[in-house]
Protein backbone atom coordinates (compact mmCIF):
# COMPACT_ATOMS: atom_id res chain seq x y z
CA UNK A 1 0.00 0.00 0.00
CA UNK A 2 3.16 2.91 0.71
CA UNK A 3 5.35 2.95 -2.51
CA UNK A 4 8.88 4.20 -2.79
CA UNK A 5 9.87 6.76 -3.60
CA UNK A 6 9.92 7.46 -7.08
CA UNK A 7 11.39 10.50 -7.95
CA UNK A 8 12.10 9.81 -11.87
CA UNK A 9 8.78 12.18 -12.55
CA UNK A 10 10.53 15.40 -11.43
CA UNK A 11 11.69 16.50 -14.91
CA UNK A 12 12.45 19.04 -16.62
CA UNK A 13 14.20 22.18 -17.97
CA UNK A 14 17.32 23.83 -16.28
CA UNK A 15 18.53 27.25 -16.58
CA UNK A 16 22.10 28.56 -17.18
CA UNK A 17 21.59 31.52 -15.49
CA UNK A 18 22.19 31.86 -11.62
CA UNK A 19 19.26 31.36 -9.08
CA UNK A 20 17.45 29.86 -11.68
CA UNK A 21 16.05 26.51 -10.00
CA UNK A 22 12.98 24.95 -10.28
CA UNK A 23 11.00 22.62 -8.49
CA UNK A 24 12.56 19.47 -9.92
CA UNK A 25 16.09 20.58 -9.13
CA UNK A 26 15.40 21.36 -5.20
CA UNK A 27 13.17 18.88 -4.21
CA UNK A 28 14.52 15.84 -2.36
CA UNK A 29 13.13 12.20 -1.42
CA UNK A 30 12.40 12.42 2.54
CA UNK A 31 14.65 11.29 5.03
CA UNK A 32 13.95 10.67 8.14
CA UNK A 33 16.32 13.51 9.54
CA UNK A 34 14.84 15.75 7.16
CA UNK A 35 14.70 19.75 8.21
CA UNK A 36 11.42 20.80 8.85
CA UNK A 37 9.98 21.76 5.16
CA UNK A 38 7.17 21.28 2.93
CA UNK A 39 6.31 17.42 2.31
CA UNK A 40 4.54 16.24 -0.48
CA UNK A 41 2.86 12.88 0.38
CA UNK A 42 0.62 11.39 -2.59
CA UNK A 43 -2.84 9.18 -2.22
CA UNK A 44 -3.64 7.11 -5.24
CA UNK A 45 -7.30 6.81 -4.65
CA UNK A 46 -10.44 7.06 -6.41
CA UNK A 47 -12.01 3.85 -4.70
CA UNK A 48 -14.24 7.03 -2.44
CA UNK A 49 -15.24 8.69 -5.84
CA UNK A 50 -16.17 4.42 -7.46
CA UNK A 51 -18.55 4.59 -4.40
CA UNK A 52 -19.98 7.94 -4.96
CA UNK A 53 -21.06 7.27 -8.69
CA UNK A 54 -18.33 9.70 -9.98
CA UNK A 55 -15.59 9.31 -12.87
CA UNK A 56 -12.98 7.23 -11.94
CA UNK A 57 -9.52 7.84 -12.56
CA UNK A 58 -8.22 10.38 -9.50
CA UNK A 59 -5.93 7.74 -8.73
CA UNK A 60 -3.33 8.92 -11.32
CA UNK A 61 -3.79 12.45 -9.45
CA UNK A 62 -0.69 12.33 -7.34
CA UNK A 63 1.24 11.82 -10.35
CA UNK A 64 -0.04 14.31 -12.77
CA UNK A 65 0.49 16.96 -10.22
CA UNK A 66 4.58 16.14 -9.71
CA UNK A 67 4.59 16.33 -12.98
CA UNK A 68 3.09 19.72 -13.73
CA UNK A 69 4.97 21.23 -10.34
CA UNK A 70 8.53 19.50 -11.65
CA UNK A 71 8.85 22.55 -14.21
CA UNK A 72 7.53 25.66 -12.06
CA UNK A 73 10.06 28.22 -10.76
CA UNK A 74 11.65 27.65 -7.12
CA UNK A 75 11.04 30.53 -4.45
CA UNK A 76 11.35 28.74 -1.47
CA UNK A 77 13.58 29.40 1.46
CA UNK A 78 13.24 26.11 3.45
CA UNK A 79 13.36 22.82 1.65
CA UNK A 80 10.70 20.59 0.26
CA UNK A 81 10.44 16.57 -0.05
CA UNK A 82 8.57 13.93 -1.59
CA UNK A 83 7.50 11.52 0.75
CA UNK A 84 6.07 9.10 -2.04
CA UNK A 85 2.31 7.72 -2.07
CA UNK A 86 -0.07 5.78 -0.27
CA UNK A 87 -2.10 3.60 -2.97
CA UNK A 88 -5.44 2.11 -2.37
CA UNK A 89 -5.67 -1.34 -3.79
CA UNK A 90 -9.09 -2.02 -5.17
CA UNK A 91 -12.08 -0.71 -2.64
CA UNK A 92 -9.92 -1.51 0.22
CA UNK A 93 -10.34 2.86 1.09
CA UNK A 94 -10.74 2.38 4.86
CA UNK A 95 -7.48 0.98 4.89
CA UNK A 96 -6.03 3.01 2.57
CA UNK A 97 -7.10 5.98 4.10
CA UNK A 98 -5.89 4.65 7.90
CA UNK A 99 -1.88 3.90 6.00
CA UNK A 100 -2.41 7.44 4.75
CA UNK A 101 -3.00 8.65 8.71
CA UNK A 102 -0.25 6.35 9.94
CA UNK A 103 2.11 7.84 7.41
CA UNK A 104 1.21 11.93 7.83
CA UNK A 105 1.03 11.74 11.80
CA UNK A 106 4.94 11.35 11.85
CA UNK A 107 5.69 14.53 9.14
CA UNK A 108 3.38 16.74 11.49
CA UNK A 109 5.00 15.48 14.72
CA UNK A 110 9.06 16.64 12.51
CA UNK A 111 7.34 19.76 11.82
CA UNK A 112 7.14 19.51 7.90
CA UNK A 113 3.88 21.26 6.24
CA UNK A 114 2.60 18.17 4.62
CA UNK A 115 0.57 18.83 1.27
CA UNK A 116 -1.55 15.74 0.20
CA UNK A 117 -1.86 15.24 -3.97
CA UNK A 118 -4.84 13.29 -4.39
CA UNK A 119 -7.03 11.38 -4.92
CA UNK A 120 -10.45 11.37 -4.63
CA UNK A 121 -12.02 13.78 -1.92
CA UNK A 122 -11.90 10.72 0.52
CA UNK A 123 -8.54 11.99 1.03
CA UNK A 124 -9.95 14.59 3.60
CA UNK A 125 -10.96 11.84 5.79
CA UNK A 126 -7.60 10.35 6.08
CA UNK A 127 -5.67 13.58 6.11
CA UNK A 128 -8.20 14.49 9.71
CA UNK A 129 -7.05 11.49 11.28
CA UNK A 130 -3.46 11.92 10.75
CA UNK A 131 -3.83 15.44 11.79
CA UNK A 132 -5.86 13.90 15.02
CA UNK A 133 -3.18 11.48 15.57
CA UNK A 134 -0.77 14.33 15.66
CA UNK A 135 -2.70 16.33 18.32
CA UNK A 136 -4.57 13.78 20.26
CA UNK A 137 -1.40 13.05 22.38
CA UNK A 138 -0.77 17.32 22.99
CA UNK A 139 -4.03 18.56 23.20
CA UNK A 140 -7.34 18.14 24.90
CA UNK A 141 -9.75 19.93 22.99
CA UNK A 142 -7.86 21.88 19.74
CA UNK A 143 -9.68 24.57 18.00
CA UNK A 144 -9.14 23.21 14.69
CA UNK A 145 -10.71 25.00 11.43
CA UNK A 146 -11.10 22.94 7.92
CA UNK A 147 -11.63 24.95 5.47
CA UNK A 148 -12.92 23.53 2.30
CA UNK A 149 -13.11 24.96 -1.56
CA UNK A 150 -15.83 23.10 -3.12
CA UNK A 151 -18.69 22.72 -5.10
CA UNK A 152 -19.81 20.07 -2.42
CA UNK A 153 -20.46 20.04 1.32
CA UNK A 154 -19.53 16.12 1.06
CA UNK A 155 -21.66 15.61 4.39
CA UNK A 156 -23.73 12.54 3.08
CA UNK A 157 -24.38 10.40 5.88
CA UNK A 158 -21.93 7.89 5.95
CA UNK A 159 -24.03 4.91 7.81
CA UNK A 160 -24.88 4.09 3.84
CA UNK A 161 -21.83 4.08 2.45
CA UNK A 162 -18.54 6.15 3.11
CA UNK A 163 -17.00 7.68 -0.03
CA UNK A 164 -15.92 10.88 -0.79
CA UNK A 165 -19.34 12.14 -0.46
CA UNK A 166 -19.03 11.50 3.20
CA UNK A 167 -15.57 12.88 5.03
CA UNK A 168 -16.94 15.96 6.72
CA UNK A 169 -19.37 14.18 8.10
CA UNK A 170 -17.27 11.21 9.46
CA UNK A 171 -15.17 14.22 10.54
CA UNK A 172 -17.98 15.85 12.72
CA UNK A 173 -18.77 12.08 13.84
CA UNK A 174 -15.00 11.98 15.23
CA UNK A 175 -14.89 15.52 16.60
CA UNK A 176 -18.25 14.31 18.64
CA UNK A 177 -16.81 11.31 19.84
CA UNK A 178 -13.72 13.17 21.36
CA UNK A 179 -14.92 16.01 22.44
CA UNK A 180 -13.35 18.33 19.84
CA UNK A 181 -15.13 21.14 18.37
CA UNK A 182 -15.91 20.52 14.86
CA UNK A 183 -15.02 23.88 12.75
CA UNK A 184 -16.10 23.56 8.92
CA UNK A 185 -16.38 26.14 6.66
CA UNK A 186 -17.04 25.33 2.87
CA UNK A 187 -16.72 27.99 0.33
CA UNK A 188 -17.77 27.22 -3.74
CA UNK A 189 -20.93 25.59 -2.46
CA UNK A 190 -23.27 24.84 -5.49
CA UNK A 191 -26.90 24.58 -4.62
CA UNK A 192 -27.77 22.85 -7.97
CA UNK A 193 -25.04 19.83 -7.02
CA UNK A 194 -26.24 19.90 -3.20
CA UNK A 195 -29.73 18.61 -1.74
CA UNK A 196 -31.80 20.12 0.48
CA UNK A 197 -31.30 17.73 2.91
CA UNK A 198 -27.22 18.86 2.75
CA UNK A 199 -28.06 22.05 3.22
CA UNK A 200 -30.06 21.29 6.18
CA UNK A 201 -27.19 19.39 7.49
CA UNK A 202 -24.95 22.14 6.89
CA UNK A 203 -26.63 24.51 9.64
CA UNK A 204 -27.35 22.19 12.15
CA UNK A 205 -23.54 21.36 12.06
CA UNK A 206 -22.87 25.63 12.12
CA UNK A 207 -20.58 24.96 9.07
CA UNK A 208 -19.97 28.30 7.67
CA UNK A 209 -20.09 28.16 3.29
CA UNK A 210 -20.69 30.35 0.75
CA UNK A 211 -22.26 30.09 -2.23
CA UNK A 212 -19.99 29.61 -6.06
CA UNK A 213 -22.66 32.75 -6.57
CA UNK A 214 -21.26 34.57 -3.56
CA UNK A 215 -18.10 34.38 -4.62
CA UNK A 216 -17.41 37.25 -6.88
CA UNK A 217 -15.23 40.27 -7.57
CA UNK A 218 -17.51 42.40 -6.01
CA UNK A 219 -18.39 40.21 -3.14
CA UNK A 220 -15.24 38.89 -2.65
CA UNK A 221 -13.84 41.77 0.27
CA UNK A 222 -17.37 40.52 2.10
CA UNK A 223 -16.01 36.64 2.14
CA UNK A 224 -12.61 37.60 3.13
CA UNK A 225 -13.65 38.95 6.24
CA UNK A 226 -15.80 36.39 6.81
CA UNK A 227 -12.71 34.21 6.62
CA UNK A 228 -10.75 35.74 8.66
CA UNK A 229 -13.55 35.99 11.63
CA UNK A 230 -13.52 31.96 11.12
CA UNK A 231 -9.54 32.13 11.32
CA UNK A 232 -10.00 34.07 14.66
CA UNK A 233 -11.59 31.33 15.85
CA UNK A 234 -9.19 28.73 14.96
CA UNK A 235 -5.90 27.89 16.73
CA UNK A 236 -4.61 25.55 13.42
CA UNK A 237 -6.35 25.20 9.96
CA UNK A 238 -6.39 22.27 7.57
CA UNK A 239 -7.43 23.55 4.42
CA UNK A 240 -8.46 20.86 1.51
CA UNK A 241 -9.31 22.20 -1.71
CA UNK A 242 -11.40 19.74 -4.51
CA UNK A 243 -10.77 21.28 -7.63
CA UNK A 244 -13.99 20.98 -9.02
CA UNK A 245 -14.68 24.23 -7.26
CA UNK A 246 -13.82 25.66 -10.33
CA UNK A 247 -15.48 26.10 -13.88
CA UNK A 248 -14.71 23.70 -16.05
CA UNK A 249 -13.03 25.94 -18.75
CA UNK A 250 -10.22 25.83 -15.55
CA UNK A 251 -10.27 22.33 -14.25
CA UNK A 252 -11.99 20.23 -16.98
CA UNK A 253 -10.48 16.99 -15.19
CA UNK A 254 -12.03 16.45 -12.42
CA UNK A 255 -14.61 13.81 -11.31
CA UNK A 256 -17.58 16.36 -11.14
CA UNK A 257 -17.05 19.12 -13.38
CA UNK A 258 -18.34 22.30 -12.15
CA UNK A 259 -20.89 24.46 -14.63
CA UNK A 260 -20.44 27.90 -12.77
CA UNK A 261 -17.86 27.41 -10.55
CA UNK A 262 -15.33 29.86 -9.06
CA UNK A 263 -12.32 31.14 -11.02
CA UNK A 264 -8.48 30.52 -10.04
CA UNK A 265 -8.21 34.57 -9.47
CA UNK A 266 -11.13 34.52 -6.39
CA UNK A 267 -9.90 31.46 -4.77
CA UNK A 268 -5.89 32.68 -4.91
CA UNK A 269 -6.57 35.64 -2.32
CA UNK A 270 -8.75 33.01 -0.01
CA UNK A 271 -5.69 30.55 -0.19
CA UNK A 272 -3.17 33.14 0.48
CA UNK A 273 -5.04 34.39 3.39
CA UNK A 274 -5.18 30.85 5.28
CA UNK A 275 -1.85 30.67 4.23
CA UNK A 276 -0.52 34.07 5.85
CA UNK A 277 -2.78 32.92 8.89
CA UNK A 278 0.61 31.44 9.84
CA UNK A 279 -1.96 28.44 11.68
CA UNK A 280 -2.14 26.18 8.40
CA UNK A 281 -0.87 22.93 9.15
CA UNK A 282 -2.22 20.67 6.72
CA UNK A 283 -3.32 20.60 3.21
CA UNK A 284 -4.53 18.64 0.46
CA UNK A 285 -5.29 18.68 -3.16
CA UNK A 286 -8.82 16.49 -4.31
CA UNK A 287 -10.20 14.91 -7.06
CA UNK A 288 -7.83 15.34 -10.03
CA UNK A 289 -8.54 13.29 -12.89
CA UNK A 290 -6.00 12.98 -15.77
CA UNK A 291 -7.92 10.64 -17.51
CA UNK A 292 -10.70 13.63 -18.32
CA UNK A 293 -8.22 16.55 -18.39
CA UNK A 294 -7.69 18.92 -21.22
CA UNK A 295 -3.90 19.37 -22.30
CA UNK A 296 -2.97 19.03 -18.47
CA UNK A 297 -5.02 22.08 -17.85
CA UNK A 298 -6.43 20.95 -14.28
CA UNK A 299 -3.34 19.27 -13.25
CA UNK A 300 -1.21 22.81 -14.18
CA UNK A 301 -4.25 24.11 -11.69
CA UNK A 302 -3.41 22.00 -9.05
CA UNK A 303 0.64 22.44 -9.29
CA UNK A 304 -0.01 26.34 -9.04
CA UNK A 305 -2.04 25.73 -5.97
CA UNK A 306 1.14 23.51 -4.68
CA UNK A 307 3.36 26.44 -5.59
CA UNK A 308 0.71 29.22 -4.05
CA UNK A 309 0.36 27.68 -0.77
CA UNK A 310 4.48 26.62 -0.41
CA UNK A 311 5.55 30.65 -1.50
CA UNK A 312 6.61 31.88 2.26
CA UNK A 313 8.50 28.74 3.04
Avoid at 118 to 139: M, N
Avoid at 158 to 179: L, N, W, Y
Avoid at 245 to 266: C, D, N, Q, T, W
Amino acid sequence: MANEIDMRLWQGRRDPEPDSDRWHQRIAPLSEKAPPGCALLGFASDAGVARNQGRVGAAAGPAAIRRALAPLAWHREAPAFDAGDVTCEADALEAAQQALAERLAPLLDAGHLPIVLGGGHEIAYASWCGLARHLAPRETRPRVGIINLDAHFDLRDPRHVRSSGTPFAQIAEDCHARGWPFRYACLGVSRAANTRALFRRANELGVLFREDRDITHTELDGVQRDLERFITRCDRLYLTIDLDVLPASEAPGVSAPAARGVPMALLEPLIEAVRDSGKLCLADIAELNPDHDIDGRTARVAARLVHLLTLNG
